[in-house]
Structure formats: structure tokens, C-alpha cells
């Protein structure tokens, strides 16, 4: 009975904290970690000096793990942008995102 429990308030913390980060629950730090190749064009901190390149600080992270998914299908297209989705996994997306709306 403890053993249960134990389970259903361990599952409760998890369903919580999927529902607190809204649909993307990725992990920020490790985003930070994979965002080094961002940089170059996005900025140090998520925040662009070129008028071109968009910021990406403080956007919601379901919009920016829908962009970069979209870049990586094709659905979106980008010379730049493209290349850099490519090698990305599902995981690399959600925690860029959480990273990038976090800032
Ligand atoms: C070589 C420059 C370059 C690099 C490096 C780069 N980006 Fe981008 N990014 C762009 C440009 C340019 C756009 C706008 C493209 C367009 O008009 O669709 C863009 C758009 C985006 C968008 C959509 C923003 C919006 O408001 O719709 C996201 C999200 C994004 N980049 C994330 C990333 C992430 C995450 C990385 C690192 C893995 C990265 N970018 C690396 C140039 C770059």
C-alpha cells in the first residue's frame, strides 16, 4: 500500500509538472547547453542584433518548438534556419524551447 502510494504521488508530481510547463516539457538547462550554435545569430542571451534575425528570447515555447519543427519537416523554410532544425531531435526542440522562453 505504502509501495502505491509512493507510485501515485510520484506520477501526480509528473502530470503536474507536464501541465505547468503547458504542452512543451522540456529541460532549459540542457536546451542552454545545445544552444551555443544559436548564438551566432540569435544572440548571446536570445536577443538578435541583426534586423533580419529574429529574437527568441522570451517567446512562448510552444510557438518555438512548433517553428523549429516546422523548419525541420519543410513545413517552414529558411536558407539559414533549415540546416541548423536538420539535426535536431524531438527532445533537442522542446529543450531549445524551454531554454529560448525561459530568457
Ligand atoms: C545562420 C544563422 C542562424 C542560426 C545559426 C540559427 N538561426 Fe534560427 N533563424 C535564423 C533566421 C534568419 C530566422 C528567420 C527565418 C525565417 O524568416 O523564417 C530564424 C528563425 C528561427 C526561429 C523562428 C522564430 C520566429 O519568430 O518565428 C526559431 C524558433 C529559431 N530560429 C531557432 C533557432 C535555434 C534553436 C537555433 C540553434 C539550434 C538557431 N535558430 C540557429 C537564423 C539562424
Excluded: E
Excluded at 536546451?31 to 529574429?54: D, E, I, L, R, Y
Excluded at 529574437?55 to 510557438?63: H, I, R, S, V, W
Amino acid at each position: 500500500m505504502k509501495k502505491f502510494v509512493a507510485i501515485a504521488n510520484a506520477a501526480a508530481i509528473a502530470v503536474a509538472m507536464t501541465f505547468s510547463a503547458g504542452a512543451i516539457a522540456g529541460d532549459a538547462a540542457a536546451g542552454k547547453a545545445k544552444a551555443a550554435s544559436c548564438a551566432g545569430c540569435h544572440g548571446a542571451a536570445g536577443v538578435s542584433n541583426n534586423p533580419m534575425w529574429p529574437n527568441l528570447a522570451g517567446q512562448k515555447a510552444g510557438y518555438l518548438a512548433k517553428a523549429i519543427k516546422d523548419y525541420k519537416s519543410g513545413a517552414r523554410k529558411d536558407p539559414m534556419m533549415s540546416p541548423m532544425a536538420a539535426p535536431l531531435s524531438d527532445a533537442d526542440i522542446d529543450n531549445l524551447a524551454a531554454y529560448f522562453s525561459g530568457l
